[in-house]
């Protein structure tokens, strides 16, 4: 009967430290952050870019090629946590951009028809 106590408490301690490290481990900054791009221009998109705000141009459009964000659809991006650069075109060349945007968590950007 002893045994089966020791057991038994020994079973409790490591779910108990289990617990900890895990709520530990929920509680730890990340160090990635999203950009959510919410579409409700009216218009497809066809070219996301996010960069680095030390980066010179616009780099890669995160949109797989030839693909395209229909209105009301959304692109979600991972990226590391900083400091970026914005710029988001409609499909017939129109584009809206954000500079300085800090990236630390979820930032979502929703593109709107002009003059809105």
Known sequence: MKTTLR?????????????????????????????VIINGSGQPLCNVF????STNGWGENR???GGQIADGEQLSITLPNGTYDLRVETCDGS???RQDEPITGRLEWTITPPNQ
């Open 50 to 53: 996010a960069t680095e705000d």
């Open 63 to 65: 949109v797989a090629d």
């Open 95 to 97: 584009a809206a951009t």
């Open 7 to 35: 057991a038994g408490r020994w079973a409790m301690v490591i779910a108990g430290v289990m617990l900890l490290v895990a709520a530990i481990a929920c509680t730890m900054p990340s160090n990635e952050g999203a950009l």
